[in-house]
DNA sequence: TTGCGTGCAAAGGTTTTGCATGGCA
DNA sequence: TGCCATGCAAAACCTTTGCACGCAA
């Protein structure tokens, strides 16, 4: 896979080298601009956007749908999640705190293979995302309810 | 959950009207604004936003993530979604095709109650979406391969 | 040299906000 | 009558696109 990944620019560098060094956050194409602008070159947000269009073609970078506002998220998803590393992580988002957990659990794995094998569905669970309130809310408030 | 609801308007009538009689369906703002305009008297599209806004305050409507662009969806999610009806349904979308699919299965119940025991987290599985690839498409995708 | 990548600016679409007016209670 | 809701327009926001120039191969 390098033949037809096309030039080999600083900002292409620049792009993947900060995802690579930030792979368990999911950050905004903002957040990613801002970032490189403020460390070194400013960066053109078309390029930014150009550069993880190509990068999500090629697989290296993994694209989510989080943000409760119109603005989508990328993480990195390089050469272990392709072999399959990070494929058996579920994400966990609170509605009401906006905290993002990752849950690597065996009992998940079934959810999968039920869904394959039952309903013809083939789930990625690197780009799944499941909604609800996490412990720290729920006792929030419960506490206020009471 | 009647009093401070706010005045009864005929657009908030129009905009509660036109998602109880589609229950089943995920529509964006724009179609629903588009659906509204047609079918009677314009109406503002700040109007529809300022509405759902409310409707989801007040948990008759959910607000969903769905769309690929940065448009949201909504959906009912009236009386009997409250009384736990329509909290046992988790959704499919296939990445290829965009479809949509509703999924009503026991088994996947365990999953939410195995998160809710063993990771304190609990799951709102009529607001998850799990991503993949549907049968239909992973055929058309190995036929391609081969 | 060729052609892709970049940067800037402008356009596109979605959602929010300000302000004067209209309608519910 | 008081106050919320509406409608219009403008703004804010995220993302894409056009075009000329620069740089990798």
């Known amino acids: 896979m390098s033949r037809k ?13 900060f995802l690579e060094q930030h792979p368990a956050q999911h950050i ?3 957040e990613l601009l801002h970032a490189l ?3 070194g070159t400013p960066m053109g947000s078309a390029t930014v956007y150009r550069q993880l269009e190509k990068l999500e073609a090629q697989g290296l970078v ?12 990328w993480q990195y998803a390089g050469a272990e999640a392709q072999s399959g590393g990070c494929m058996n992580h579920f994400h966990l988002k609170c509605t009401v705190c906006g905290t993002l957990f990752h849950l ?3 009992h998940l794995h079934e959810i999968a293979s039920h869904v394959a094998a039952e309903h013809g569905f083939c789930i990625d669970p690197s780009r799944t995302v499941f909604y609800g309130v996490c412990e720290t809310c729920a006792n929030a408030a419960s506490e206020e309810t009471e």
Chains 1, 2 share one sequence.
Do not use: F, I, M, P
Not at 62 to 73: F, K, P
């Open 104 to 106: 690597d659990c065996d």
């Open 28 to 30: 905004t194409a903002a």
């Open 62 to 73: 993994r694209r989510y749908s989080l943000d409760d506002r119109g603005s989508a998220c």
């Open 37 to 39: 602008t403020e460390n």
């Open 5 to 17: 990944d096309g030039y080999q620019t600083k900002q292409k560098a620049r792009v993947l080298d």
